[in-house]
């Protein structure tokens, strides 16, 4: 008797539910019908319990196609106003990537109705008058969410460019260097959301970790302590960036995600380790410099012209690292290994070169010092660069040994990876 009680109180909002959408949909007017999808889904502010309800209807046999197909655009429409509201007090990232969501059903829901409508009026399809069963509404839903991400993907930067348009970004002074890192908790709950917002965040990063880099290879060839702080300050932000956002992707990985959003969320944890380290070797070169600048410690020419050789090789690797992760770019990312193995040997090139400069009387130990401190720090950039590429092949191609990868990579000498290291090889010579 309990069981059957509580039953029949769970089935009865769903019997007013059913009743509504029964009321509506006899009206046979799609553009009705999605108004009341939108509708419905955004009072019950759920999608999944919408399309359920319309599952609930089918069993009667009385849904046709014509009238289920409008609901379920309404409904994908009326699912972002959770998301929406999630977004009220958000920062400026946090409301675009909420409305984008919100674009993107719209321009979805559009594409899918007009292209269908207009078939039909054209050449009308027999299924169109047919009923639909549980199976039948679940697989239109689905056909939508496949349609809208095959039809929409070209026109990702139209999107944005809508999305920058509706929500404007108010004026700000310049960004400061000890800014706090926003990340929006209420994002946790919805993993496309978080994963989208941490991607912007990293890319950040990874564009203050390169600029430390750059900064930090420019002090070598004219110091300053303005420009020194400068290289401290960009390395303090991108620890304050790994910091926030390596707690933030840790209370995403709790949540139920699809298979390309646990990649996603693998290859950002991999990335901001990587970008956090090459901030650190940054510092650790303008260190040298001012190490060099203090102690009036100068290279000879030879020892100049391969270091210009060698930041210039790994200046390249760095931006290439850093492009391939924003925009992931797979033939980008394949191009990193070949040119770290470049970096790798001018190194062992050039501290041969040192050692005979040393037995001529050209340089001293001090400069040996310091110029090994150089090499090895260029060495570990390289290394992080490749890091990040390889976390994005692997994933791509579902490997997960990293180490194994790399030396099967480097055994079996694809054409493109020996095409690509001849390439900056040639480019990055110091014989």
Known sequence: MFGMSTMSAAVEPLRYSESFLSLMISLSNP???????????????????????????????????????????????GGALPVLLGALGANINGVRTAVAHLVIDVLGALFCGCVFYAVNAVHPLAFATGSVGIVDVAA???????????????????????????????DAPAKDTGAVIALEERFVRYPALALEQSHKIIVDMAETAKKSLLDAIALRGEYSEEDYERVCGEEEQVDRYEDAQGSYL?????????????????????AITDFERISDHARNLAESAKEMFDKKIEFSKASEYELGVLSAAVTEVVEMAVRAFEHDDMDLALQVEPLEEVIDNLCDLM???????????????????????????????????????????????????????????KLIRTGSFEENYERFRTKYNID
């Open 31 to 77: 553009l009705l019908g999605f108004i009341v999808g939108a509708v419905f889904t955004a009072i019950i502010q759920s999608s999944a319990a919408a399309v359920g309800i319309l599952q609930a209807l089918s069993l009667t046999g009385a849904l046709s196609f014509a009238e289920a197909f409008p609901l379920l655009l309404g409904i994908a429409v």
């Open 140 to 170: 239109m839903n689905t056909a939508f969410r496949l349609v809208t991400v095959f039809a929409l993907a070209p026109f990702i930067g139209t999107i944005e460019k809508i999305t920058d348009a509706l929500v404007r970004a108010p």
């Open 250 to 270: 840790l209370q995403i990985t709790p949540t139920e995600m699809t298979a390309k959003q646990n990649e996603d969320l693998h290859k950002y944890l991999h």
């Open 351 to 409: 501290r041969n070169h040192h050692v005979d400069r040393l037995q001529q009387g050209i340089c001293t130990l001090q400069n040996g010092f310091v110029f090994n401190d150089l090499l090895t720090n260029f060495e570990r950039v390289g290394d992080h660069c490749s890091n990040v590429a390889v976390a994005m092949i692997e994933l791509e191609h579902d490997l997960f040994d990293t180490h194994e990868y790399v030396d099967s990579l």
